[in-house]
């Protein structure tokens, strides 16, 4: 980690409100983690958004050079709110992007919704990665949000073993969730536009045997789970 600090934000829709009400929301946002990942001001081109395909949504054929303001590292949408990994690649780039981003896909919400006024909670929190226990569970604690759906792993934050009662049962699950940065981790592309999975990749090794090992011999720290805001 040395030379790049790394930062886990987050942030919940207003009074606990879903901000993702069907496939086409979920589609849309994950657009705007590329398209407002620029320096530039965002075209907003409805051409670079395709909710109807199973592939990257933003197309090859459109894509423009562009001018990171940061990496990011790991991703996952809940119904609810949304986690990312980030470092910056521009001065202020962190901020420069989630106030993109938030205001973009409030724009977007409140649009299609036809309703008004504030749609998240708040500044989106921010966490510095600091220790190397923290930074060796955080992209595992990101892609193992969506097991909050899954029956029988619902608790899977559990410091003892019981948290998921089948762990192929909970891999199976996570195969089958879009919205992460997961199965591009896992060498199934997705949205490989969006991330860069270097970063880690170089100090966990293969991800899918990295991720099967922590929940087979992984314990919480207390401290970590408070950091992540259950």
Do not use: C
Not at 53 to 73: C, E, Q, T, W, Y
Not at 205 to 223: F, M, Q
């Amino acid at each position: 980690m040395e030379g790049m600090e790394l930062w886990h934000v987050l942030n919940h829709g207003v009074e606990g409100r879903d901000l993702f009400l069907d496939t086409q929301d979920y589609a849309r946002f994950v657009h705007n983690l590329y398209e407002f990942n620029d320096s530039a001001p965002a075209d907003n081109l409805w051409r670079l958004f395709d909710p109807s395909g199973m592939k990257d949504f933003v197309n090859p054929s459109f894509r423009k050079a562009r001018r990171l303001l940061v990496d990011i590292h790991g991703w996952v949408l809940m119904k609810n709110h949304y986690h990312l990994l980030l470092s910056e690649r521009a001065e202020n780039g962190i901020s420069l992007f989630l106030r993109k981003l938030n205001v973009g896909y409030s724009n977007y919400f409140n649009a299609r919704y036809k309703r008004r006024g504030t749609l998240f909670q708040g500044r989106t929190k921010k966490i510095l990665i600091e220790n190397e226990s923290h930074f060796l569970y955080i992209l595992h604690y990101l892609h193992l949000n969506p097991l909050d759906y899954l029956e029988g792993a619902k608790e899977w934050r559990l410091r003892n073993k019981s948290g998921i009662k089948n762990m192929n049962d909970a891999l199976e699950y996570l195969d089958s969730y879009r919205w992460s940065s997961y199965l591009d981790y896992i060498g199934k592309k997705n949205f490989p536009s969006v991330i860069t999975t270097a970063f880690f990749n170089s100090s966990l090794g293969d991800y899918r045997t990295s991720l099967s090992e922590y929940l087979r011999d992984a314990e919480y720290d207390n401290d970590f789970t408070k950091l992540m805001f259950e």
